[in-house]
């Protein structure tokens, strides 16, 4: 498990090949990610038109450690919407965030949304 955790938008940035997709790789590995994040990706994948074995074939080129979304984490991810509903985020983002608190690791995202925060945790930015 790398020690670190990785929001959607950091991932997407990878199939995009956006600016901070680099920094994305060279963590990606064994990087940690809520179930809900696969959930928002696979999603976004099929809209752009990527067959579903396709879909499921790139997500497991990154080779993360997929997190589940348990009672505990749940209940977290929904306290958070108030200290992140002025910035508009998902309950996929505030399982994300809700993840990398728990673990006491670092976030990683392109979502500029999430400077700022102040959740007791490191979100770094990808661009």
Avoid at 3 to 17: E, G, P, R, T, W
Avoid at 49 to 61: I, K, Q, S, V
Avoid at 71 to 87: C, D, M, N, P, Q
């Amino acid at each position: 498990m790398n020690d670190i955790v990785l929001d959607a938008s950091a991932i997407i940035a990878v199939f995009k090949d956006e600016p901070g997709a680099e920094l994305v790789r060279s963590v990606a590995e064994g990087a940690v990610v809520s179930a809900l994040t696969i959930a928002e990706v696979a999603t976004w994948l099929t809209v752009q038109g990527a067959p579903a074995e396709r879909a499921y074939n790139a997500m497991n080129l990154f080779r993360l450690t997929v997190e589940p979304l348990n009672h505990a984490r749940a209940i977290a991810a929904g306290f958070l919407v108030s200290k992140t509903s002025h910035r508009g985020l998902s309950l996929a983002d505030r399982a994300c965030l809700a993840l990398g608190i728990e673990l006491g690791v670092p976030v990683l995202t392109g979502d500029r949304a999430w400077h700022g925060l102040d959740l007791g945790i490191e979100i770094r930015l990808i661009r």
